[in-house]
């Protein structure tokens, strides 16, 4: 199985930072790569899809990139609304595994 | 509209049996491999199982095989999962999820269902 590791698991920042989320894949996964933002209490929501796709919707200021086993989530100049638990899934197969997120905290 | 309703969860003893429904509406629910994923208290997302739009093509995660059944009523635009032999490990709020019709992705999300094994 295809293992995804996340880091940094916490991140602190302040509103208006430039905030970068890193996403490995244990084997190449080509671009079959989504994030998802998850908020307290509420299902997740997709942010991205093929690594770099923006989801309808979905602000430009969170962007994707990457390809093959290593992949970022960026979002530039955090909002108050951005604070929350973001996870990269792979999709190569149907049962693609979740990394296991990481927390946007304020600083 | 895409929407996704799960409803069925509650508190059952290990070794009990449960049934979740996600009622769908808002796209031709036939058309798409739909799927379940679980986030235990606290913790992360955990893939679950999928069933394709013709129902025919079944994939559970290890952790549930043997013991959760997935299936679907395209009559009745309605993802199931049957949940047998339950451990206290399978507590956690259960999620439908739709695909985007084109890539295995996660495009639309229930709201989530709690499920809570405990005597």
């Known amino acids: 199985d295809i293992q995804m590791t996340q880091s940094p698991s916490t991140l602190s920042a302040s509103v208006g930072d430039r905030v970068t989320i890193t996403c490995r894949a244990s084997?190449?996964?080509?671009?079959?790569l989504a994030w998802y933002q998850q908020k307290p209490g509420k299902a997740p929501n997709l942010l991205i899809y093929?690594?770099?796709s923006l989801e309808s919707g979905v602000p430009s200021r969170f962007s994707g990139s990457g390809s093959g086993t290593e992949f970022t989530l960026t979002i530039t100049s955090l909002q108050p609304d951005d604070f929350a638990t973001y996870y990269c899934?792979?999709?190569?197969?149907?049962?693609?595994?979740f990394g296991q997120g990481t927390k946007v905290e304020i600083k | 509209e895409v929407q996704l309703l799960e409803s069925g969860g509650g508190l059952v003893q290990p070794g009990g049996s449960l049934r979740l429904s996600c009622a769908a509406s808002?796209?031709?629910?036939?058309?798409?491999?739909m799927s379940w994923v679980r986030q235990a208290p606290g913790k992360g997302l955990e893939w679950v199982s999928a069933?394709?739009?013709?129902?025919?093509?079944?994939y559970y995660a290890d952790s549930v095989k043997g013991r959760f059944t997935i299936s679907r009523d395209n009559s009745k635009n309605t993802l199931y999962l049957q949940m047998n032999s339950l451990r206290a490990e399978d507590t956690a709020v259960y999620y439908c999820?739709?695909?985007?019709?084109?890539?295995?992705?996660?495009?639309?999300w229930g709201q989530g269902t709690l499920v809570t094994v405990s005597s």
């Open positions: 899934r792979h999709y190569n197969s149907y049962s693609g595994t």
């Open positions: 069933l394709t739009g013709s129902g025919y093509s079944t």
């Open positions: 084997q190449s996964i080509y671009s079959y």
């Open positions: 808002g796209f031709t629910f036939s058309s798409y491999t």
């Open positions: 999820a739709k695909d985007s019709g084109v890539e295995a992705y996660f495009q639309n």
């Open positions: 093929k690594a770099s």
